[in-house]
């Protein structure tokens, strides 16, 4: 009746009295005394949904100053419930006070809103630039080209892990293989590497010529993001067209173009006749 339950959550504490322990105890016929493992999956079912921050949106300040919410995405905490109603149910039988510390499939870089820490990548599709910050600092900053919306390739949006990095990777797809230095997957199959091939990054080129979906970098600034990343670390991603987008954007780009070009001719021809 006396014991006390804690968890804790980074500064947040959830605390399991005596008294609603007592509720979930039943006597078996040899007179042992049992916990009922329902009632308390239950307590730490409530725990999870009110902590766990895996594939959540996040409100986010961009390096731009813009607050926006980026959704989705497979980042932050994600508490392995049968395991930890394991912890819960041995610390009970002990009949004493204790920290139950809850058992993690993944875990963020810390408890509370901006669980992606203080470490992470930043990238901005919509200006088509990538920011690398390290312990809070801007370490590096640069254009990219993003994947190509027009054909189903945008890159998505969320908040992800870091996956891992590897050097000198070849990557593979239906009509592709390209060898690459620096190698940073976050998404399945999408990462950020260098793209030795493009002489020209950002601006709207990953409309019309952008990537399969990966995060293509100037080599220099590939080097710098490899040397600099840890595994597990967020990569949060946000902005760019969709598909339909893209194709509106595109189309009303040519039309513009071509208009430009009729007023050109139109305006030679009169300057033409003017001249005869």
Same mark, same amino acid.
């Given at each position: 009746?006396?014991?006390?339950?804690?968890?804790?959550?980074?500064?947040?504490?959830?605390?399991?009295?005596?008294?609603?322990?007592?509720?979930?105890?039943q006597v078996g016929k040899d007179l042992e005394i049992q916990v009922n493992r329902d009632q308390a999956a239950a307590f730490v079912k409530t725990l999870a949904r009110k902590y766990d921050t895996f594939g959540g949106n996040r409100n986010f300040k961009t390096s731009k100053g813009a607050e926006i919410v980026v959704r989705g995405g497979n980042y932050g905490w994600w508490m392995n419930r049968d395991k930890t109603t394991d912890a819960l149910v041995d610390a009970i039988k002990k009949g004493q006070d204790?920290?139950?510390?809850?058992?993690?499939?993944?875990?963020?870089?810390?408890?509370? @809103?901006?669980?992606?820490?203080?470490?992470?990548?930043?990238?901005?599709?919509?200006?088509?630039?990538?920011?690398?910050?390290?312990?809070?600092?801007?370490?590096?900053?640069?254009?990219?080209?993003?994947?190509?919306?027009?054909? +189903?390739? @945008?890159?998505?949006? +969320?908040?992800?892990?870091?996956?891992?990095?590897?050097?000198?990777?070849?990557?593979?797809?239906?009509?592709?293989?390209?060898?690459?230095?620096?190698?940073?997957?976050?998404?399945?199959?999408?990462?950020?590497?260098?793209?030795?091939?493009?002489?020209?990054?950002?601006?709207?080129?990953?409309?019309?010529? +952008?990537?399969? +979906?990966?995060?293509?970098?100037?080599?220099?600034?590939?080097?710098?993001?490899?040397?600099?990343?840890?595994?597990?670390?967020?990569?949060?991603?946000?902005?760019?067209?969709?598909?339909?987008?893209?194709?509106?954007?595109?189309?009303?780009?040519?039309?513009?173009?071509?208009?430009?070009?009729?007023?050109?001719?139109?305006?030679?021809?009169?300057?033409?006749?003017?001249?005869?």
């Amino acid at each position: 009746a006396a014991e006390t339950l804690t968890f804790r959550f980074g500064e947040n504490t959830e605390s399991l009295s005596g008294q609603e322990i007592a509720s979930w105890l039943q006597v078996g016929k040899d007179l042992e005394i049992q916990v009922n493992r329902d009632q308390a999956a239950a307590f730490v079912k409530t725990l999870a949904r009110k902590y766990d921050t895996f594939g959540g949106n996040r409100n986010f300040k961009t390096s731009k100053g813009a607050e926006i919410v980026v959704r989705g995405g497979n980042y932050g905490w994600w508490m392995n419930r049968d395991k930890t109603t394991d912890a819960l149910v041995d610390a009970i039988k002990k009949g004493q006070d204790a920290e139950v510390k809850p058992v993690y499939k993944l875990t963020g870089a810390q408890f509370g @809103a901006s669980d992606y820490g203080n470490s992470y990548v930043e990238v901005d599709l919509d200006a088509q630039h990538v920011y690398l910050y390290k312990n809070g600092s801007l370490v590096a900053e640069t254009d990219c080209v993003s994947g190509k919306p027009i054909n +189903g390739n @945008a890159t998505p949006d +969320g908040t992800y892990f870091l996956n891992y990095k590897e050097k000198d990777a070849t990557l593979k797809g239906e009509d592709y293989s390209t060898p690459v230095s620096f190698w940073m997957p976050f998404n399945g199959n999408i990462g950020m590497h260098d793209a030795y091939w493009r002489k020209e990054f950002g601006g709207k080129l990953y409309l019309a010529r +952008g990537s399969h +979906g990966c995060i293509n970098l100037p080599p220099a600034q590939a080097k710098i993001f490899f040397a600099n990343l840890e595994k597990g670390e967020a990569v949060i991603v946000y902005g760019g067209m969709n598909q339909a987008q893209a194709q509106a954007y595109l189309a009303d780009e040519k039309k513009k173009q071509e208009d430009e070009q009729k007023k050109a001719e139109q305006k030679q021809q009169e300057e033409e006749a003017a001249a005869a």
